[in-house]
């Protein structure tokens, strides 16, 4: 076997590989997903309770505050009615209107944190119910996965360590280039040589479509076991047995 035909069939295995590895990869990245959606509800629906305990804190601190402000009220009504004279009367009525006008402010403002509340446990609720849909999503998720890896796993391992017999009939500076090749172009390490023009003896790269100096072309076919790579997109290149038989029969 020589090595232009052990890179095809590395080439070949590789594809297989890289194919089950992307089908249990992208079940892997979508349950990745899933559980980050997952994760950012829950924290999402932790913020909103302490937020609550916050508001609650606050309507406690309110109320304590009425209930002084009250207190203070009852105080000034029994004065009030003690008065003995005007001017003592028309200071503490005073003061009193003024307290009720606080305990009115105080009263609108426990009003709001109480709508507060109201909007938080809204809140609170639509994120439990998401929070409940994207949990059955992950489940999905996790079971296809775990179903790949039921499906395609043993396949995989079997095709891996093909791939790393087959690696070894290669030489280890080949095997260093197609490897790159193979990780810049999603797999495609190689490609075929396109015949454009015979006559004119004009060839290109079949995937980057980019010209191909003859010399390449003839260093393949006197199969002296050396790389010929495309100059623009650096992929190994290879003759298809249509291409090679047409060259040879001239
Ligand atoms: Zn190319």
Request: some cysteine.
């Amino acid at each position: 076997m020589g090595l232009m035909s052990n890179l095809l069939s590395l080439y070949q295995v590789d594809a297989q590989v890289r194919g089950l590895r992307n089908r249990l990869d992208s079940a892997e990245r979508y349950r990745t997903a899933q559980t980050r959606q997952v994760q950012e509800l829950s924290l999402e629906r932790e913020e909103l309770l302490v937020h609550k305990r916050q508001v609650q804190a606050n309507i406690g601190n309110l109320e304590s505050e009425n209930s002084g402000l009250d207190e203070r009220l009852e105080k000034l009504r029994t004065v009030l009615n003690g008065a003995s004279t005007n001017k003592q009367y028309t200071a503490v009525l005073t003061e009193l209107n003024t307290v009720k006008v606080s305990r009115s402010e105080c009263d609108d403002r426990i009003l709001k944190e109480m709508e507060k509340i109201e909007a938080i446990e809204d809140q609170a609720q639509k994120i439990k119910g998401q929070h409940a849909e994207r949990s059955q999503v992950l489940e999905l998720a996790e079971r296809e996965l775990k179903q790949r890896h039921e499906d395609v796993g043993q396949r995989l391992a079997e095709l891996e360590a093909e791939r790393e017999l087959v690696s070894s009939t290669v030489p280890a500076a080949e095997l260093k280039v197609f490897n790159e090749m193979g990780d810049t172009y999603d797999g495609e390490a190689m490609a075929p040589i396109e015949e454009l023009s015979r006559r004119r003896r004009e060839y290109a790269c079949g995937l980057c479509n980019m010209h191909i100096p003859f010399e390449s072309v003839a260093a393949l076919l006197s199969a002296n076991d050396s790389l010929s790579l495309c100059p623009a997109c650096g992929r190994i290149l290879y003759l298809l047995e249509e291409t090679r038989g047409a060259l040879a029969k001239k």
